[in-house]
C-alpha cells in the first residue's frame, strides 16, 4: 500500500488532483479526520484531533462529498482511508480535562463513557497509558460495549460512504485483550467489509507491544519492527513535522530520496504531503511507488 497523507486538504480539492495521485503511483489516501470538531480553524492542524462526536460531516467536507470522492478515487482504484479518533474527544478551554460543550450529548452525558481525568505522566507506565487521557483531552473507555456500538456505526457508516480503510489516531492507548478490553477484537469482527485497511499509531514502543497490536491491526511506528510487512512506514507524518518538528529541517529532496530507500523495504509505506508544497509529484516519488510483490492486508 502506497498512501499519500493529504492532512487538512477538502474532500472536494482531492478529488481534482485524483489523476495526478494515481499518476505517483499511490494507491491509496489518507484523509483528514472527518468527524465534528468544536472549532472550524484551518490554521490550527491539531483541531482535527480533536473531535465532538461519531458523526460524518466538517469544514473539510460533508458526508456527500465524502461519497463523491470516494466514487471517483474507486475510478482509478485509489483506497480512501479515513483518520479516525477513537480514544478520545474534544476537551474544554478552561485546562480541566472534560468534554466540550460541542461534544454530543449521547457521549458527554454517559458517565460510563469516560476514563478517569488524570493525565498520562510516565509513558513507560502502561497503566498510565491505557487508563488516563492525553493532554487534557477527556479519554474515552473503549471496553464499554455501548460505546463500541457507536463507533462500530460511525465506522459502517463510513465503509458506507466507500471508505475502504482506516487509521487509528493515538492506538497505542487503546487497551489489547489481554488488558480486559475486546474494542480491537470486537470493533473488527463488526465491520461490513473484509479486505478492510486497518492500521494503527503505536509510537515509542518495544517489540512486545507492537507484536501484540499487529496481530489486530497494521501498526504506525517511528520504532523498528521485526515483521516490515505489517509496518505503515514512513520518513515523516504530520507528528513530526508539526508536533515534534524533528523533520522540518529536512528538504523536500530528502524527504524524496530517504522515501524512495523505504519503499525498497517495505510493502505499505506514508507520504506526508507538506503544506503548500508539491513535492510529492516528484518523479523519485513516482518511481518509488512502482509495483514491488504482494500487499498483505491486515483485517
Given at each position: 500500500?502506497?498512501?499519500?497523507?493529504?492532512?487538512?486538504?477538502?474532500?472536494?480539492?482531492?478529488?481534482?488532483?485524483?489523476?495526478?495521485?494515481?499518476?505517483?503511483?499511490?494507491?491509496?489516501?489518507?484523509?483528514?479526520?472527518?468527524?465534528?470538531?468544536?472549532?472550524?480553524?484551518?490554521?490550527?492542524?491539531?483541531?482535527?484531533?480533536?473531535?465532538?462526536?461519531?458523526?460524518?460531516?466538517?469544514?473539510?467536507?460533508?458526508?456527500?462529498?465524502?461519497?463523491?470522492?470516494?466514487?471517483?478515487?474507486?475510478?482509478?482504484?485509489?483506497?480512501?482511508?479515513?483518520?479516525?479518533?477513537?480514544?478520545?474527544?474534544?476537551?474544554?478551554?478552561?485546562?480541566?480535562?472534560?468534554?466540550?460543550?460541542?461534544?454530543?450529548?449521547?457521549?458527554?452525558?454517559?458517565?460510563?463513557?469516560?476514563?478517569?481525568?488524570?493525565?498520562?505522566?510516565?509513558?513507560?507506565?502502561?497503566?498510565?497509558?491505557?487508563?488516563?487521557?492525553?493532554?487534557?483531552?477527556?479519554?474515552?473507555?473503549?471496553?464499554?460495549?455501548?460505546?463500541?456500538?457507536?463507533?462500530?456505526?460511525?465506522?459502517?457508516?463510513?465503509?458506507?460512504?466507500?471508505?475502504?480503510?482506516?487509521?487509528?489516531?493515538?492506538?497505542?492507548?487503546?487497551?489489547?485483550?489481554?488488558?480486559?478490553?475486546?474494542?480491537?477484537?470486537?470493533?473488527?469482527?463488526?465491520?461490513?467489509?473484509?479486505?478492510?485497511?486497518?492500521?494503527?499509531?503505536?509510537?515509542?514502543?518495544?517489540?512486545?507491544?507492537?507484536?501484540?497490536?499487529?496481530?489486530?491491526?497494521?501498526?504506525?511506528?517511528?520504532?523498528?519492527?521485526?515483521?516490515?510487512?505489517?509496518?505503515?512506514?514512513?520518513?515523516?507524518?504530520?507528528d513530526s513535522y508539526f508536533e515534534f518538528k524533528y523533520t522540518m529541517h529536512k528538504s523536500p529532496d530528502d524527504i524524496n530520496n530517504e522515501y524512495r530507500y523505504l519503499?525498497?523495504?517495505?510493502?505499505?509505506?506514508?507520504?506526508?504531503?507538506?503544506?503548500?508544497?508539491?513535492?510529492?509529484?516528484?518523479?523519485?516519488?513516482?518511481?518509488?511507488?512502482?509495483?514491488?510483490?504482494?500487499?498483505?492486508?491486515k483485517h
Amino acid at each position: 500500500m502506497r498512501i499519500l497523507h493529504l492532512l487538512n486538504w477538502k474532500l472536494n480539492d482531492i478529488i481534482n488532483e485524483l489523476e495526478q495521485i494515481n499518476n505517483q503511483g499511490f494507491n491509496a489516501v489518507q484523509i483528514n479526520p472527518i468527524q465534528p470538531l468544536k472549532e472550524d480553524n484551518y490554521s490550527n492542524w491539531w483541531l482535527s484531533y480533536q473531535p465532538c462526536g461519531f458523526r460524518i460531516g466538517n469544514q473539510y467536507g460533508s458526508k456527500e462529498d465524502l461519497i463523491r470522492l470516494c466514487e471517483c478515487a474507486n475510478n482509478y482504484n485509489i483506497r480512501i482511508i479515513a483518520d479516525v479518533i477513537c480514544n478520545h474527544m474534544a476537551g474544554s478551554n478552561d485546562n480541566q480535562i472534560k468534554p466540550h460543550d460541542q461534544v454530543d450529548e449521547i457521549l458527554k452525558n454517559n458517565p460510563q463513557f469516560w476514563k478517569e481525568p488524570k493525565n498520562i505522566d510516565d509513558w513507560d507506565n502502561r497503566y498510565q497509558v491505557i487508563n488516563y487521557c492525553i493532554g487534557n483531552l477527556p479519554g474515552l473507555q473503549l471496553q464499554n460495549h455501548d460505546l463500541q456500538n457507536i463507533i462500530i456505526n460511525f465506522l459502517n457508516e463510513l465503509i458506507d460512504c466507500g471508505v475502504s480503510g482506516f487509521r487509528f489516531d493515538a492506538a497505542k492507548s487503546i487497551a489489547l485483550p489481554q488488558e480486559n478490553c475486546d474494542f480491537w477484537t470486537r470493533v473488527i469482527y463488526h465491520l461490513k467489509k473484509y479486505d478492510i485497511f486497518l492500521y494503527g499509531e503505536v509510537i515509542f514502543a518495544d517489540q512486545e507491544l507492537l507484536y501484540n497490536y499487529s496481530r489486530y491491526i497494521n501498526i504506525t511506528t517511528n520504532s523498528d519492527y521485526n515483521d516490515k510487512s505489517l509496518k505503515v512506514a514512513y520518513i515523516e507524518n504530520h507528528d513530526s513535522y508539526f508536533e515534534f518538528k524533528y523533520t522540518m529541517h529536512k528538504s523536500p529532496d530528502d524527504i524524496n530520496n530517504e522515501y524512495r530507500y523505504l519503499t525498497e523495504e517495505y510493502v505499505h509505506t506514508l507520504y506526508y504531503a507538506r503544506p503548500y508544497s508539491d513535492a510529492w509529484k516528484n518523479d523519485i516519488v513516482k518511481k518509488a511507488n512502482q509495483p514491488r510483490g504482494k500487499v498483505l492486508i491486515k483485517h
